[in-house]
């Protein structure tokens, strides 16, 4: 048996609670004396306004209303932005509420609190707001740089041959099935008090303070169950911060809850990028030099991770799985009067990997190279490991060609002339199309736990990540029930409360298993050693050995439970594991398609995944983890867009009517399967999965459906639409 129950398919225990409609999520959560909040939004992507709020004041039920005005004077300051990158100008400082001027349509102007949701919806419904209009604008931020310009210069003039490739990462929606709520509470002695769905209390808290002009110690902050993260909820929002503005004001609790229109209009969006590669070739193929120019839109503001996305997130993975000598990227962020972007599933690795895989295809393409063999002519070999890329990261292992083989023969990838054949026969297109990705995942940040353990064989695990579906409470209890045999269902994980986790880093960037769990582990290593003096007692003997839940010596075996029993009192372990590097999954999907050319329509017919996520604790969660995140690429790469008009910048896709979403019509059965290939500088083994999926679909999706159409390219969404346009001979 694997160390900490690894490669145990341990059924989600979490699940029960949610099926069962036993879940809490914010909206859920009442207290005594609850008013509530709604905010009024702009109705124009830019103006000077003036609001006019005594006619809302002073209606039934109504207790506040907040503007501009009011929180200048309360001594609130702007949101917190998280990251810049070095040389960038500060940021235009994006208020809580907005006055006298709005830069996106749906800002906030106002919140109205109320008695009831009902009298704040019709308070918020007369605050006048009247508006002067401004044109809008997009102009630059600032433009940053990586790798070595001179030497992709000289690749690219001894080249054979030059590919180039315009495409767009389209903008995206993060649509979580639960909206972003919160409930704000005063606490004796001028503290504050905040439940709100989240990726991680401590950044919310830590974020939310100083726009408060409090400590982060006035401030608690609890996550109770949440329905979808994806990067939207790893930072705060202004809602959180008129919601506790005016619970301090009003010395009761203030509760406001999103609805659909209000998500689409105001959380941050994913994406948004529109690039030119150019790909430089030897006469036999093999790539000598890569040159990438961006152009990402942040939108009206810099959020929190907004800036680190287009930049350090993934700008270093465009050279992919490939071994190209000389890379050089440009990044030119600019502003638009449209909602600000941020971290989206994949944060900057998917665009990557876009780009790099479509490059590749029109490469095959253009050379009359298959992709298959274009690929295996490029890819980095597995004797090249700790291999130093020209994007500034060291890949610590990989197996790219093996694992391409696999998913080729899973495929049937030989077949497939038979199968378009029969399509063909049916009046219909096919195509099959792969990409293989990889992703930088973890980070070096570091992640503390907390693990007590009673005599009673009770454990309980403070950790610092949360669970937004991951299925967390599960991994972490596997973990420890199965290295020490006690029973998984005596022992709790606590999350998502700052009054008893002191620290944490929240779950994003596949961190939450490589940082928390590599806590957990060494936690339990802890006790294990703790213990084995003890232990060798009871067996009477000079040194026990451990091994699945018992120490061993050669007059017998005595199990952890019993050697726990033993001490008569808790024990606790309050320690932090630091990984000593990132670590990069990767894989390879292969994805064929069927097109309806009378319609347009596009259909899935098989999709085939392979992974290296290294060792894998639980097969069960990570199936879901990847097929989910599959779901979400194939929603980028056939459906959704958030789209504003060209003219106006007035967003066009505010509801789920206007913005496509996938259903399960829309997705077909996978076929995932896993090789282990152990990282080399995780104690562990692993390398994180909870991104993967999102970042090797869409390249894959488009790539099929590039061969089916018998096209160079084509840009996402892939709507029935825009196919049918280009079968039609009108493209715009």
Request: aromatic fraction near 6%; charged fraction near 20%; hydrophobic fraction near 40%.
């Amino acid at each position: 048996m694997k160390r900490f129950g690894f490669g145990q398919s341990r059924v989600r225990v979490e699940d029960q609670r949610f099926l069962t409609g036993r879940g809490r999520y914010t909206d859920d959560l009442n207290l005594t004396g609850q008013s509530y909040g709604m905010v009024v939004r702009s109705l124009l992507p830019h103006a000077d306004i003036a609001v006019e709020a005594e006619a809302a004041r002073a209606m039934p039920g109504v207790l506040l209303v907040l503007t501009s005005a009011e929180m200048a004077e309360q001594g609130v300051g702007p949101m917190v932005c998280g990251f810049l990158p070095a040389g960038a100008p500060p940021p235009p400082p994006r208020p809580v509420i907005a006055g006298p001027r709005v830069r996106h349509a749906g800002e906030p102007v106002a919140f109205v609190v109320a008695e009831t949701l009902d009298q704040a919806r019709d308070a918020a419904e007369a605050v006048l707001v009247d508006y002067h209009s401004l044109p809008p604008i997009a102009e630059d931020a600032f433009v940053w740089e990586m790798g070595d310009a001179p030497r992709v210069t000289e690749a690219f003039g001894r080249a054979a041959r030059v590919v180039e490739l315009d495409l767009i990462n389209n903008r995206l929606a993060p649509t979580a099935m639960e909206p972003r709520a919160c409930l704000a509470r005063p606490l004796p002695g001028g503290r504050l008090e905040l439940t709100a769905g989240s990726q991680g209390v401590h950044e919310i808290r830590d974020h939310l303070a100083p726009v408060l002009g409090i400590t982060p110690e006035a401030l608690d902050v609890i996550t109770p169950d949440v329905g979808g993260g994806f990067g939207l909820k790893i930072s705060p929002f202004p809602e959180q911060a008129m919601a506790l503005v005016a619970a301090r004001m009003l010395d009761r609790p203030v509760k406001w809850t999103a609805d659909r229109t209000e998500s689409f209009l105001t959380d941050t969006h994913g994406r948004g990028h529109v690039s030119t590669g150019r790909l430089a070739l030897d006469g036999d193929g093999r790539f000598l030099g890569l040159q990438v120019e961006t152009v990402a839109d942040l939108g009206a503001y810099i959020s929190n991770y907004g800036a680190y996305i287009p930049t350090l997130a993934g700008t270093g993975m465009l050279t992919g799985v490939y071994d190209i000598p000389a890379f050089h990227a440009r990044v030119r962020c600019i502003h638009t009067n449209t909602t600000p972007t941020d971290a989206y599933r994949g944060a900057g690795r998917p665009e990557a990997a876009y780009l790099i895989e479509r490059l590749v295809e029109a490469a095959a393409r253009d050379t009359g190279l298959s992709p298959v063999e274009i690929r295996k002519r490029n890819f980095i070999p597995p004797d090249a490991f700790p291999y130093a890329s020209a994007g500034l990261h060291t890949y610590d292992s990989g197996e790219f060609a093996r694992l391409m083989d696999v998913a080729l023969e899973r495929s049937a990838w030989a077949e497939f002339p038979a199968r378009r054949a029969e399509s063909e026969a049916r009046g219909k297109r096919r195509g099959i199309g792969l990409a293989y990705y990889i992703e930088i995942c973890g980070g070096t940040s570091g992640e503390d736990v907390g693990l007590t353990l009673t005599p009673d064989g009770r454990a309980e695990i403070l950790v610092g990540t949360q669970s937004s579906g991951q299925g967390h409470e599960t991994a972490y209890a596997q973990m420890v029930a199965a290295e020490l045999g006690l029973d998984f269902d005596r022992i709790r994980v606590v999350q998502g409360d700052t009054r008893r986790i002191a620290n944490g880093g929240g779950t994003g960037g596949s961190r939450s298993l490589s940082q928390q769990g590599g806590a957990i582990a060494s936690a339990v290593e802890s006790f294990i050693e703790h213990l084995r003096p003890l232990a060798a007692s009871l067996l009477q003997a000079e040194r026990a050995e451990f091994e699945a839940g018992h120490y061993r010596a050669a007059g017998g075996s005595v199990s952890f439970a019993q050697v726990l029993a033993e001490t008569g009192a808790p024990l606790a372990a309050n320690l932090r594991f630091r990984p000593p590097a990132s670590t990069f999954p990767n894989g390879c999907h292969v994805c064929e398609v069927e097109v309806d050319p009378e319609t347009g329509e596009t259909e899935i017919l098989r999709y085939t995944i392979v992974d290296d996520v290294g060792t894998v604790l639980n097969p069960l969660l990570l199936r879901g983890q990847i097929v989910g995140g599959a779901v979400q690429g194939i929603g980028q790469a056939l459906l959704e867009h958030a789209v504003y008009d060209p003219e106006s910048f007035q967003p066009l896709t505010s509801s789920l009517i206007d913005y496509a979403v996938p259903r399960a019509a829309h997705i077909p059965e996978f076929d995932f399967s896993t090789v282990e290939i152990p990282c080399r500088t995780h104690p562990l083994g692993l390398k994180g999965a909870g991104e993967a999926g999102t970042i090797g679909a869409a390249p894959a999706v488009i790539n099929a459906l590039c061969n089916a159409l018998d096209i160079r390219h084509m840009d996402m969404p892939a709507t029935p639409l825009a196919v049918w346009n280009i079968l039609n001979g009108k493209l715009e």
